[in-house]
């Protein structure tokens, strides 16, 4: 069975420091992995997928097959990242949904 | 305005009684998905369908029940034999080619009292 583990429920960091936010997989196959965040009094949405080896509001992730990871950087945290992100896997066959970790409340203090 | 609504926002009921939530998409989108999201036990999948008229359970199904009658529809049942229906569900959508991305409504509050 496939899992995603983010081993931390909260994050608390200065502005203007490193992120990380770390995520876990387990999965036999090739995994797809996402990171999707929650602002408050927002809707769920998608941030980066790891396919698209992209940068979204400065953060990265890359996915490691070798230590099963994708964690989520940002070199220099601002306010507005503060918010709820979920780590996700999807087993790449396609409309079965996503697994999601737990998740990480990341809070950015002035 | 294009997006997956979900009706309603909040919703409050007496023990034992069912209850419905509907979930709405104008995206097109072929899947769709019910998730129940409790604090510090992230997003649970409870069913979803890929195609009109099939739908599958997902890891929390016993005490719900859904249906996909339209591409554009899917609601979701909470009934009288789920134990614990105090929650937030959130309604998804995803289409083919679109690398699995997932599309959340903006979900639904129950409280079951």
């Known amino acids: 069975a496939q899992r995603v583990t983010q081993p931390e429920k909260l994050l608390s960091v200065f502005k203007g420091a490193p992120v990380e936010l770390k995520c876990n997989y387990s999965y036999s196959g090739s995994p797809e992995l996402f990171w999707y965040v929650q602002y408050s009094r927002q809707r769920l949405q998608l941030l980066l997928r790891?396919?698209s080896r992209e940068s979204i509001k400065g953060f990265t992730a890359d996915l490691n097959k070798g230590e099963t990871s994708f964690h989520l950087k940002k070199p220099f945290a601002q306010e507005e990242d503060s918010a709820m992100y979920y780590c996700?896997?999807?087993?790449?066959?396609?409309?079965?949904?996503?697994?999601f970790g737990k998740g990480t409340h990341l809070i950015i203090q002035p | 305005d294009g997006g997956i609504t979900q009706s309603p926002k909040y919703l409050f009921r007496k023990e034992g009684q069912n209850v419905t939530l509907s979930c709405e998409q104008n995206l097109n989108h072929d899947a769709m998905y019910w998730y129940r999201q409790d604090p510090g036990q992230g997003l649970r999948l409870i069913y979803y369908s890929q195609i009109v008229n099939d739908f599958q359970k997902g890891d929390i199904a016993e005490g719900y029940s859904v249906s996909r009658e339209k591409k554009e529809s899917f609601p979701l049942t909470v009934t009288s034999a789920q134990k614990n229906p105090t929650a937030f569900y959130l309604c998804?959508?995803?289409?083919?080619?679109?690398?699995?991305?997932?599309?959340f409504g903006e979900g639904s509050w129950l409280t079951v009292v």
């Open positions: 790891h396919i």
């Open positions: 998804a959508s995803s289409r083919p080619g679109s690398g699995n991305t997932i599309y």
């Open positions: 996700a896997l999807s087993s790449g066959g396609g409309a079965d949904g996503l697994t």
